[in-house]
């Protein structure tokens, strides 16, 4: 069974960084793409950052390029998103995600996920 733990989210000030990760467990974490997405109050879960099984491919969320980057550690079965620039709109809670399919390129939405992590909340106060 994969598990997905996410740490780091926490509160800051706008303008401010964070660098949420999750930690992955349960099946060879290198021979999938992984992903971030976000769900602030009262509105669905959406897509913000997503990296290919290799690291080599990165897709983003027009609210957040420039801004945020992910990354992954397939020796530590770790992905990262870092987070700089943060806007009050940030506030969310932050899922980590695993994609359905083997070798995918990272590029991914919430119907092709296999897994997530239970969430971390990320509140960037003005």
């Known amino acids: 069974q994969v598990q997905l733990v996410e740490s780091g989210g926490g509160l800051v000030q706008a303008g401010g960084s964070l660098r949420p990760s999750c930690a992955a467990s349960?099946?060879?974490?290198?021979?999938?793409?992984m992903g971030w997405f976000r769900q602030a109050p009262g509105k669905e879960r959406a897509f913000a950052a997503g990296?290919?099984?290799?690291?080599?491919?990165?897709y983003y969320a027009d609210s957040v390029k420039g801004r945020f980057t992910i990354s992954r550690d397939n020796a530590k079965n770790t992905v990262y998103l870092q987070m700089n620039s943060l806007k009050p709109e940030d506030t969310a809670v932050y899922y980590c995600?695993?994609?359905?399919?083997?070798?995918?390129?990272?590029?991914?939405?919430?119907?092709?996920?296999?897994?997530w992590g239970k969430g971390t909340l990320v509140t960037v106060s003005s």
């Open positions: 990296i290919s099984w290799s690291g080599g491919n990165t």
């Open positions: 349960g099946r060879t974490f290198s021979s999938y793409a």
């Open positions: 995600a695993q994609d359905r399919r083997p070798y995918g390129g990272g590029s991914m939405d919430v119907n092709g996920i296999d897994y």
